[in-house]
Structure formats: C-alpha cells, structure tokens
C-alpha cells in the first residue's frame, strides 16, 4: 500500500501538473476511440501496450476477457457494451486476450479450480463455447500448445458473444463498428491480431488490421 500511496503523490507531483491541460479537457467529457475488452490480469496494461494516453480507450476488464451472451449475465458487462456503442460512439472494438491466462488455464482444467471458487467457475461458464471447439477441434494437443490454441479460439468466440449485444449489431449492420481480435504475448510485447483472410492470427503490423467478419474461425494455428 505504501508504494500505492507513493505513486499516488509521484503522479500528482509530475505527470498531472505536467499534462494539466490534458486533464482540464478530459474533465469535461471523454471520447473514446476503442472499446478494449481485455483480462483483469495484472501483467496487461492496455494503455501501456498501445501507448495512448488517458481519454483515448474505454476499457472492459475481467477474468478471461469474456463477454457474455446478451442477457446471459446480471454483470456490467453489458451495460459497458451498450454505453460504449451508444454513448461514446467508439468505432472499433479490440477482444484481447494474453499468454499465460489463468482464466483459460482453469476453463482446460476445471477440476483443478479450487472449490472455494465457485464464482470463478460459475463465470468461466460463458467461456464453454472455448472449451467445446478446442476439445473438439484439437483433440491431439496438450501443454502450451493447447493453451496457446485455447487462447486464440476464446477471442473469436468472445467477439461471437459480442454480436448478440444488441447496440453492436446494429451498428455493425450499419458498417459504423468493426470488431476486432488481437492476443498479447506477455513475455515478447508481441501483439497478434486475426487476418481473415488467412484465418490466423499475425503479428499486428504497421497498417490498421482487417475487422473480422461474422463466423471468424482459426485455420492455421499461430506460434503465440
């Protein structure tokens, strides 16, 4: 807590009074470009990795990056969603996932899950499409190669989830919102987004990546 606290008056003492204007502008509204729907873990700093200043992503954060099924969950996942679309006006929407994530390591293994964690396993539940395609789709992997498969496959279906949020199909329907998957690999600062066009994920490039389309799916397994 004391290094918390130290940062705290660090941030007030340096940054603030050095970006004060930034924050005068910031206190009269914000305007987003993106919906950044990622992990709660502590190892993702989303503004960190895209380097963008306070202001510029509305960000979702929870075990997993999952979003759940309209009306499937009494969270505020949702109502992010539908305030992000429809209040902000964002034009893009980013799923990104991590290596290493221990919410999808306990979704390939829920009976390892402690059992005096029966909300995490109640939430990995909206996860379950995941789980089924890599059971079925890749019965011959194990170890970090199932984990890194598993964590490709929960973005798409992730954003398959997000299409049934009302305030993003319409505006999808309209062409005023792309979607989009990405996974950050922790231990290089790689950031992979999915290609349609090859129906794999690549290492992002400098030019803005192709918005998925309806029913992505992985053939062609990146080394993430």
């Known amino acids: ?58 960000i979702l954060r929870n ?18 969603i539908e305030f992000a679309v429809v209040g902000l006006g964002v034009k893009d929407i980013i799923v990104c996932g991590h290596s290493h994530c221990g919410a999808i390591k306990a979704l390939l293994a829920p009976d390892d899950l402690r059992e005096n964690m029966p909300a995490v396993r109640a939430w990995l539940k909206h996860a379950e499409a995941t789980r089924w395609i890599v059971k079925e789709k890749y019965a011959g992997l ?25 305030a993003v199909a319409s505006r999808l329907a309209s062409g005023q919102l792309k979607l989009h998957a990405w996974v950050y690999k922790i231990e290089t600062g790689q950031v992979f987004a999915y290609d349609p066009e090859r129906g794999q994920l690549q290492p992002l490039s400098q030019q803005p990546p192709t918005p998925l389309l309806a029913g992505a799916r992985i053939d062609a397994i990146a080394a993430i």
């Open 142 to 166: 194990r170890g970090p190669d199932l984990m890194s498969v598993a964590i490709q496959e929960n973005v798409l279906a992730q954003l398959d989830n997000m299409r049934s949020h009302p």
């Open 63 to 80: 075990a997993g990056n999952i979003v759940p099924p309209y009306g499937a969950a009494n969270g505020g996942e949702g109502a992010t």
């Open 1 to 58: 807590m004391r290094k918390l606290v130290q940062g705290i008056h660090q941030f007030q003492e340096n940054i603030f009074s050095s970006q004060r204007e930034l924050f005068e502008r910031l206190a009269a509204g914000q305007n987003p470009d993106a919906l950044f729907v990622t992990c709660s873990d502590s190892r993702i700093n989303p503004n960190l990795i895209t380097q963008t200043d306070p202001g510029e992503l509305f």
